[in-house]
């Protein structure tokens, strides 16, 4: 739809036939805060709008998928008359029809400027402030339009006319810290800030994308609605898994390229120095895309620095985008936008944390250990980025990560200033990158994928360097750091595993239409043979399965944990031992002691989680190894520039594991 500007005025212009017709609406955080989840690129979920005249207003209007039927029965007109679409915005026509033309003018921000993704409530839920929109001190920033989409840009000031006074304690019991008010901390005045939104009215698909029903065998995000029509006795809910749209050009051939492949454009913001291990993360899947049947699938293209758009506009896109983030640790996400029709992909994202690329350099306030119940607050539970569960892969990698890498350097393996140093840090983004770009391809996390991997195996430099140190990039694998005299193998997870190679299959490769339903069960079906290609994704976290976790590595979670504790230990008696460099300063012992209070607590975490489970107890022997504490912790730190004592009381709150009541030991003999 074309746009017009004068002064400060944008218009829309609708031509008459596309009045009533329906579009793919999406809308992107373009400026954020740095905090909170506030982060530049987060997307709302996919929704099929149609903008209707009403009167004099045009109303943008939300279609309702949740539930379906067949168009043209009877059935759809019960649900049509039993379900409600919703009004996202109205507005005053802005003109009368053109003479020749029949298209109407619609004011942009008038139709655009709201709270169209419910902001206020996102910004009050994480501040505890009741932030309102300021719609005189908002404006449309920028405008692009195309022949298949129009994206329009909206810079809207959010305020409160007060900051409140800190409570009075009336009584014994102080007030719930996570209900008290916690102003932002990256604005100048908390008052006042700014929220930048990309919205985008996009043209569908001519031609729907054949949809693919998921698989619970099988971690892929999915569009999900009640299927009225179903009338066969089984469940009418209906899941299609999320994907991209890939056709082969040569439909007989066993490889071919696409007819369109899967545009990746990495953003101009993404710093020179890490291009080249960004983008070795993205093509990385393009070896399963092949296995898939995809030759070349994924295409890679650099931004201009003097591009005159941005990588949040348009459709068939997947950005990969930089962003800088206040606080501790760094949070990576893959979000991705479809078509609730059929599940196809028509935007994604991968965004990926400045801190990431400063594991080496992190000052001591920088790398805050997420001690149990210190978590930071929680994120908002507004619908932008909700397909990909609030994805904390760099939140946590990052912080074993830099562990990692001052381990290394206290054995001396590492220059944390040279070109080790920096190699290390490349093969973490590598990691990071291609963990959130399979999100944005349609992959759900896999926490159970390490778990197919041996101790053997992950001790073996063949093995780890072709198959990684997981079955898949989409777990949260913890670090195979080598224990002290063991000979080190791949530390990180730099390649696809099988569990990738399979997912894809499952959800790329081409079958004919009468073969289709009996080819994926065959698919699917190999994982209850292959231990390698075992599923267990976040709401299995807590479950029934000890065997999926995050951050843990190897056929037994229980003997890394044993690993990561021997390791922590290491560091610290190594920090004690080191001489203070002139160059350095005493933040070096405080940051060291904090990783190590953060894999203890990590460790710790874990095996609560795992002793509360009801298989915990079929192990007993596993489980009572660890029953030890941590000793020798506790020593003075002395330099020739002054003395800084650190003591550190390893009591029962900071023991490894949790305590155990006698009758659970009566139980595990």
Known sequence: ????????????????????????????????????????????????????????????????????????????????????????????????????????????????????????????GSYRLPYTLDRANSSITSTRSSSSSTSISVRSHFAIPKLPSPPVMTGPIPPNPAALPSPPTVVPDPRSLFLTYTYTLAALPKTPMKPRVADPRVGYFVDSFLDLGKDDGKDRRTHLIHRWRLEKKDPAAVVSEPKEPIRVVMDRNIPLKWRDAVKAGILEWNKAFERAGFRNAISVEQQADDAAWTTLEGTRVLAVRWFAQEGPGATAVGPSQADPRTGEILRGAAIIPDGWARLSRNRVNDTQPRLQGMESSSHPSAHLHEDAAHCEYA???????????????????????????????????????????????????????????????????????????????????????????????????????????????????????????????????????????????????????????????????????????????????????????????????????????????????????????????????????????????????????????????MSAALDVVPMVSKSHCQNSR
């Open 395 to 649: 939140e946590h990698a990052v912080e074993q990560a830099a562990m990692g890498l001052e381990l290394l350097s206290a054995r001396g393996l590492i220059d944390p200033n040279g070109p080790d140093a920096e190699r290390y840090i490349s093969d973490s983004l590598k990691d990071v990158t291609m963990h959130e770009v399979g999100h944005a391809l349609g992959l759900r996390h896999n926490f159970k994928a390490s778990t197919g991997v041996t101790a053997a195996q992950l001790r073996d430099p063949n093995f780890t360097k072709q198959r990684g140190v997981s079955n898949s990039v989409m777990d949260y694998n913890g670090l195979n750091l080598a224990l002290e005299g063991e000979p080190q193998t791949d530390i990180l997870m730099t390649t696809l595993g099988a569990y990738d190679y399979w997912a894809i299959e499952y959800g790329y490769r081409e079958f004919a239409a009468d073969q289709e339903t009996a080819a994926l069960e065959e698919i699917a079906g190999r994982s209850e043979k292959d231990r390698n290609l075992a599923y267990g994704t976040d709401e299995d976290v807590m479950g029934f399965d000890p065997m999926v976790n995050q951050r843990d590595l190897g056929e037994d979670p229980l003997v890394y944990a044993q690993r990561q504790i021997k390791l922590a230990k290491e560091l610290w008696s190594r920090t004690l031992a080191r001489p203070l460099d002139p160059s350095d300063d005493l933040t070096l012992y405080r940051r060291n002691l904090q990783r190590v209070f953060g894999s203890l607590s990590s460790e710790r975490s874990s095996e609560t989680a795992l002793s509360a489970r009801p298989w915990s107890w079929s192990r007993p022997f596993s489980t009572i190894r660890l029953f030890t504490r941590i000793s020798n912790l506790s020593k003075p730190i002395a330099s020739n520039r002054s003395l800084i004592t650190i003591t550190i009381s």
């Open 1 to 124: 739809m074309p746009v017009w500007t004068k002064d400060d005025k944008v218009w829309i212009e609708v031509p008459a036939e596309l009045m009533n017709h329906t579009f793919f609406f999406s809308a992107s955080l373009a400026n954020g805060l740095g905090e909170r989840f506030f982060w530049p690129g987060l997307m709302s979920t996919g929704q099929l709008v149609s903008l209707r005249k009403v009167g004099n207003n045009v109303q943008l209007v939300a279609h309702n998928l949740k539930v379906r039927a067949p168009e043209g029965t009877p059935l759809s007109t019960a649900l049509h008359e039993s379900y409600s679409d919703s009004l996202l915005a109205s507005t005053p026509a802005a003109s009368a029809p053109h003479p020749q033309r029949k298209s109407i003018l619609v004011d942009a921000y008038a139709l655009l400027g709201g709270d169209l993704t419910g902001t206020q409530t996102r910004l009050e």
